[in-house]
Nanobody
């Protein structure tokens, strides 16, 4: 079972930036789509960004134009560059496969945006 370790979160003021990293213990090079999810208190996981094996990306409307997902298959790592952060982006952020069968969730990384 691949383990996922997210990092890079923190407390930032509205308008600020953060870069999240997700390191997988196994290879992601054959995974068709990797994604970043977020979970606000009391809510379900929300998929905010997806990157395919070919490098195509897709974003939730709420983050489009502000977030950028990338992947480094050689390092088994997925990144999320977050710019122009808003208080409503506050959540725990996770990465995982974008598929019906996912790996076990990591511990996530907390992102808190103050107004």
């Amino acid at each position: 079972q691949v383990q996922l370790v997210e990092s890079g979160g923190g407390l930032v003021q509205a308008g600020g930036s953060l870069r999240l990293s997700c390191a997988a213990s196994g290879s992601i090079s054959s995974i068709n789509a990797m994604g970043w999810y977020r979970q606000a208190p009391g809510a379900q996981h929300e998929l905010v960004a997806t990157i395919t094996i070919g490098g195509s990306t897709n974003y939730a409307d709420s983050v489009k134009g502000r977030f950028t997902i990338s992947r480094d298959n050689a390092k088994n790592t997925v990144f999320l560059q977050m710019n122009s952060l808003r208080p409503e982006d506050t959540a725990v952020y996770y990465c995982n496969k974008v598929s019906y069968v996912k790996w076990s969730w990591g511990q996530g990384t907390q992102v808190t945006v103050s107004s």
